[in-house]
């Protein structure tokens, strides 16, 4: 069992920066790919990174290469989303999840943090 929450949502106006947090507890984190999805209001949940166990293999949505990158650090128990050039459309409730392997497909992730709002304004 793995329990995730997030952390660091907010507003921030568009062009801006904001760099969101999921502290994992339970089981061993260092064995888990760790990523990143998003849900925009009235559509499903997408995803927009993902990280390997060991952090040596990442990838991310279209839509958010080259402004938003996923780290993690084993030592703390937590994985990074630091997003920058904020648009409006990136406004969403963000959630971090837990997989045995690196996948893009929600269904494949065991474990999911209670989300965190983010909101970007023009």
């Known amino acids: 069992q793995v329990q995730l929450v997030e952390s660091g949502g907010g507003l921030v106006q568009a062009g801006g920066s904001l760099r969101l947090s999921c502290a994992a507890s339970g089981r061993t984190f260092s064995n888990y790919a760790m990523g990143w999805f998003r849900q925009f209001p009235g559509k499903e949940r997408e995803f927009v990174a993902v990280?390997?166990?060991?952090?040596?293999?990442?990838g991310y949505a279209r839509s958010v290469k080259g402004r938003f990158t996923i780290s993690r650090d084993n030592a703390k128990n937590t994985v990074y989303l630091q997003m920058n050039s904020l648009k409006p459309e990136d406004t969403a409730v963000y959630y971090c999840?837990?997989?045995?392997?690196?996948?893009?497909?929600?269904?494949?992730?065991?474990?999911w943090g209670q989300g965190t709002q983010v909101t970007v304004s023009s």
């Open positions: 999840a837990a997989a045995n392997s690196v996948t893009t497909t929600g269904d494949l992730y065991d474990y």
């Open positions: 990280i390997s166990w060991s952090g040596g293999s990442t």
